[in-house]
């Protein structure tokens, strides 16, 4: 009985290190996101960052929610990302609402949707 609690013991502590520490980031981008196409660039770009989850996006609200592995990156590198595909990113504080800028789109794709 006693290795047996010994052992339970070991694989517990054992877990525990080697257990994930996922963290959520809520960012706002400039230039604000205004369309799907937007949002599609920044989750294609993120999704190849090594510890990110889950990436959601929101035109309506100007934010980018991203669950992460902090043991694989940090809220820094995930900022410094946006740099690498035409945004720059902060993040927003407790409550913070960003309003959304109007934008008319110049150049369209099939089906309405804006292209920019």
Do not use: W
Request: hydrophobic content about 35%; glycine content about 6%.
């Amino acid at each position: 009985m006693r290795k047996f609690l010994m052992m339970l013991l070991l694989i517990m502590t054992t877990t525990a290190m080697t257990g994930k520490d996922i963290r959520t980031l809520v960012l706002t981008t400039t230039p604000q996101m205004h369309c799907k196409n937007c949002e599609n660039r920044v989750k294609n770009n993120l999704k190849n960052i090594k510890g990110i989850k889950a990436v959601e996006t929101s035109v309506a609200d100007q934010t980018v929610t991203i669950q992460y592995n902090a043991k694989k990156t940090s809220e820094e590198e995930l900022i410094n990302a946006f740099n690498g595909f035409g945004f720059t990113a902060r993040k927003l504080a407790a409550g913070e609402v960003i309003q959304k800028e109007a934008h008319e789109c110049k150049s369209q794709a099939e089906g309405g949707e804006c292209k920019e």
